[in-house]
């Protein structure tokens, strides 16, 4: 696809709800780019992506969201990724009351890549609940999953990180990382790294 996909949300009810599924062929290349926006107080919205890209596909996922302070977000992300195909996701959350991001990566095919980045920035009493998992199912599978935030006044962030390596994912590469800088004293984070290796 040579222009990238320009998904824009725009909450215009209290609840909302949603659903993305995002089939890539063999050999395709796409670039998709989501805005979720809200001005309405004390909104509810939920998301689930579901990915699929096939043999030697390639997927830029790329999510921002800027909700108002009130707002309640939960977010789930899947994507299997079959053999040569990669995947990079990346997330900004900022504002909103309470966020949720639940992403998984499967590399069920060998030589599959999937790449991870989370940005969060909050102030005031906000919470994010991050959890990012990577299931190598294969051999020369790669994954990556990097997270960063700022943090202000009462603002709390949940950060859990999976990377589970199976015993058929010889030559696996995996990285994991979290980083939060803690502008005042009463912000906090709470990182829990969780490494399930079978190879």
């Not at 051999?139 to 709390?156: C, N, P, S, W």
Request: proline share 2%; with cysteine.
């Amino acid at each position: 696809v040579a222009k990238p996909i320009v998904i824009s949300n725009t909450a215009t009810a209290v609840a909302q709800a949603e659903s993305i599924l995002l089939v890539v062929e063999e050999g395709a290349t796409v670039t998709v780019i989501e805005r979720q926006t809200s001005s309405l107080q004390n909104v509810f919205g939920g998301q689930i992506i579901q990915v699929h890209a096939h043999q030697g596909s390639c997927v830029r996922y790329y999510a921002i969201q800027d909700h108002a302070d009130s707002a309640h977000t939960f977010i789930t992300k899947r994507a299997a990724l079959d053999r040569d195909a990669s995947l990079t996701w990346v997330d900004v959350l900022k504002n909103g009351k309470f966020t949720q991001l639940a992403l998984k990566n499967t590399l069920q095919g060998e030589g599959a890549s999937a790449t991870t980045y989370t940005l969060y920035c909050g102030d005031a009493k906000q919470i994010f609940d991050i959890n990012t998992e990577t299931l190598h199912q294969q051999k020369q599978t790669r994954g990556i999953m990097k997270a960063r935030g700022v943090l202000d006044g009462h603002a709390r962030t949940i950060y859990r990180g999976t990377v589970a390596i199976s015993p058929s994912s010889g030559g696996a590469i995996a990285q994991q990382k979290s980083e939060t800088l803690l502008m005042g004293g009463n912000a906090s984070c709470d990182a829990v790294p969780v490494l399930d290796v079978h190879h």
